[in-house]
């Protein structure tokens, strides 16, 4: 593909998303062997397909530690479709009724790739090192599903606050990272009258 068509593609995207939302996320994430506070950043857009429900699509960076010495960077890509609970327009529109706030549920999955310094054990604990005798961390790289909670706030910017439970599984021998995180955004670009 050429860089022209990718730059057309990339503006015809932005054309049909309604907005784009910047956010800020505090995660838990938890596994085997770890868990840990972090922040996350991401960007997300959405597309209207009907009249109480939009693609969406998304992508951040989480960074989580658990003290001095454990820590996980992950970054996932996901795409998703929001339903808005309340039964009206997708959540990104605007009207002189302000339709577009309320609860909303949005499930999501994608892939997230991710590394850690935790170092990666045998059944009796021991930590697994390679030929150099350096320690092998464990991976947090794999197919994503989750699901979001949340309510958009009438207004201008649609401020959005949520719930996000996530599940990433991870091939084995390392374990699955689970992450539950409070999110906040807002659009990037106000609102227009339609």
């Given at each position: 593909?050429?860089?022209?068509i990718?730059?057309?593609l990339l503006l015809?995207m932005?054309f049909?998303c309604?907005?784009?939302k910047?956010?800020?996320?505090?995660a838990?994430?938890?596994?085997k062997?770890?868990?840990?506070?972090?922040?996350?950043?991401?960007?997300?857009?959405?597309?209207?397909?009907t009249?109480n429900?939009s693609?969406t699509?998304?992508?951040?960076?989480?960074?989580s530690?658990?003290?001095?010495?454990?820590?996980a960077?992950?970054?996932?890509?996901l795409?998703?479709?929001?339903?808005m609970?309340?039964?009206l327009?997708?959540g990104?529109?605007?009207?002189?009724n302000?339709?577009?706030?309320?609860?909303?549920?949005?499930?999501v999955?994608?892939?997230?790739?991710?590394?850690t310094d935790?170092?990666r054990?045998?059944s009796?604990g021991?930590?697994?090192v390679d030929?150099?005798?350096?320690?092998?961390d464990?991976?947090?790289?794999?197919?994503?599903?989750g699901i979001?909670?949340?309510y958009?706030?009438?207004?201008?910017?649609?401020i959005?606050?949520g719930v996000?439970?996530?599940?990433?599984?991870?091939?084995?021998p390392?374990?699955a990272m689970?992450?539950v995180?409070?999110?906040?955004?807002?659009?990037?670009?106000?609102?227009r009258r339609?």
């Amino acid at each position: 593909m050429t860089i022209r068509i990718r730059i057309f593609l990339l503006l015809m995207m932005l054309f049909f998303c309604t907005s784009v939302k910047a956010q800020v996320e505090f995660a838990y994430l938890k596994s085997k062997d770890y868990s840990g506070l972090g922040l996350g950043g991401y960007l997300s857009f959405a597309i209207p397909v009907t009249d109480n429900g939009s693609v969406t699509g998304e992508a951040g960076v989480y960074y989580s530690g658990n003290g001095d010495y454990d820590h996980a960077v992950l970054i996932p890509f996901l795409v998703g479709y929001r339903v808005m609970l309340n039964g009206l327009n997708s959540g990104y529109g605007y009207d002189d009724n302000d339709n577009s706030s309320g609860f909303y549920l949005q499930p999501v999955a994608g892939y997230a790739i991710g590394g850690t310094d935790i170092p990666r054990t045998d059944s009796t604990g021991q930590e697994i090192v390679d030929n150099n005798g350096n320690e092998i961390d464990e991976k947090v790289s794999g197919v994503t599903a989750g699901i979001v909670f949340g309510y958009i706030f009438p207004g201008k910017y649609a401020i959005n606050i949520g719930v996000r439970y996530e599940h990433i599984f991870v091939p084995s021998p390392d374990p699955a990272m689970n992450m539950v995180s409070l999110r906040l955004s807002h659009s990037l670009f106000p609102r227009r009258r339609n």
